[in-house]
Nanobody
Framework: QRQLVESGGGLVQPGGSLRLSCAASGSVFSVYPMGWYRQAPGKERELVARIVSGSSPSYGDLVKGRFTISRDNAKNTVYLQMNSLKPEDTGVYYC?????????WGKGTQVTVSS
């Protein structure tokens, strides 16, 4: 059974950086799309970044130029480097794995950007 475990969230000041990690368990990790989504209080979950092996990563408009997604297939891990953080980046960040029409989600990690 596939499981996703996020880590790396926390409290950071505006302009700061954080690096999120998502460790995946299960088979054939490298061929499936993975991504990060976030949900702020009172808002819908939105795409942050998505990566598919062999293709360029895609990003939500609000994070382009500030966030970078990457993956280490040998470690079954996907990362999200977040720079120049803003208060509006605050929310719960969820890791996503898409396999055969099924979305798998982690439990999420809280990111709070505040002075």
């Amino acid at each position: 059974q596939r499981q996703l475990v996020e880590s790396g969230g926390g409290l950071v000041q505006p302009g700061g950086s954080l690096r999120l990690s998502c460790a995946a368990s299960g088979s054939v990790f490298s061929v499936y799309p993975m991504g990060w989504y976030r949900q702020a209080p009172g808002k819908e979950r939105e795409l942050v970044a998505r990566i598919v092996s062999g293709s360029s990563p895609s990003y939500g408009d609000l994070v382009k130029g500030r966030f970078t997604i990457s993956r280490d297939n040998a470690k079954n891990t996907v990362y999200l480097q977040m720079n120049s953080l803003k208060p509006e980046d605050t929310g719960v960040y969820y890791c996503n794995l898409y396999v055969g029409g099924i979305n798998y989600w982690g439990k999420g990690t809280q990111v709070t950007v505040s002075s």
